[in-house]
């Protein structure tokens, strides 16, 4: 597979249109999309659904535009390396809100110190989300919390947090409760409703917030109750105005981990290397080798 068709189609994706991707890769419209045409006829397939001036990704556009990705990704790589032998690049990451306020900030910075020609891109949201976008390619790597499925990612140990259910100051009453947390997919809201099953107990609707500051923040004002991590509260404008509370160990300590699909990167490898916990044997899928050596 030509690595320039590939780059001229991931173009015209990034920039929404012939017109544009043609100015960005410094071609007249009609070379991009004859070369397009080309591409689509020696795959077979159809990449482009064409709506009026329009173009939108077929699904046979959007499982290529994954693989060109990694593709061209690492054909970069492995040119910059071949040529310097320095770590540079972009390197996509995912993580949960918790790990990007209260753990990352300390190993980001010395990663740049050490890597300055790296660019970290830094996404967050729930664990279910950072692995959707694993899985289409968006990122290379992610901080997730346990459990989830591993079945066909690597991982290494990344933190270990204690989780804290809280309160308002005022005693909850017996009736209406009200759990306050991230949207589905956060393994901490699961964990609040699992605990709540073993101890018999049951709540009436759940209120979503987008951050941690949120959460707090509804919490302390007697709207509901919440798990979070401890090091977050500890940290969180409102810590407080609420009550904290120990749960059982099961429940209360949990494990981040740092996952990837495929052979980590050189830049990849280099902020493990900056973690203590990720010195632990990879976990890897069943049948593949080592990541990394």
């Not at 544009?20 to 006829?41: C, D, G, W, Y």
């Not at 900030?105 to 970290?120: C, E, G, K, N, R």
């Not at 909850?172 to 699992?194: D, K, M």
């Not at 052979?263 to 049948?287: C, F």
């Amino acid at each position: 597979m030509d690595l320039d068709d590939l780059d001229i189609f991931r173009c015209v994706v990034r920039e929404g249109g012939v017109t544009r991707a043609a100015a960005m890769l410094h071609r007249v419209p009609s070379n991009v999309t004859t070369r397009i045409k080309q591409f689509e006829a020696r795959l077979g397939v159809a990449l482009f659904r064409r709506e009026g001036r329009g173009l939108t990704l077929t699904e046979a556009g959007r499982t290529l535009l994954g693989h060109a990705e990694v593709l061209l990704r690492m054909a970069d790589l492995a040119e910059q390396e071949l040529r310097s032998g320095v770590v540079r690049g972009v390197l996509r990451l995912g993580s949960l809100e918790s790990a990007a306020g209260a753990r990352l900030p300390p190993i980001l910075s010395a990663f740049h110190a050490q890597f300055p020609d790296v660019t970290i891109e830094l996404q967050t949201g729930t664990t279910r989300a950072m692995l959707r976008q694993l899985e289409r390619f968006e990122i290379e790597a992610a901080f997730v919390s346990e459990p989830f499925d591993r079945a066909s990612l690597s991982s290494v140990p990344a933190f270990d947090e204690e989780l804290v259910l809280i309160t308002g100051r005022t005693a909850p009453g017996t009736g209406r409760r009200t759990l306050v947390a991230f949207p589905h997919g956060c393994s901490y809201r699961q964990r609040l409703i699992e605990w709540l099953a073993e101890e018999g107990a049951s709540y009436d609707r759940v209120l979503e917030m987008s951050s941690y500051h949120a959460i707090v923040a509804c919490v302390a004002a007697g709207t509901g109750m919440a798990i979070v991590p401890a090091e977050v509260l500890d940290h969180a404008v409102m810590s407080t105005a609420v009550e904290r509370h120990k749960l059982p160990l099961h429940l209360g300590r949990n494990r981040t981990r740092l996952v990837w699909s495929g052979d980590a990167s050189p830049a990849l490898r280099a902020l493990m290397a900056l973690m203590p916990e990720a010195t632990e044997i990879v976990d890897r899928p069943p049948g593949r080798s080592r990541p990394y050596p």
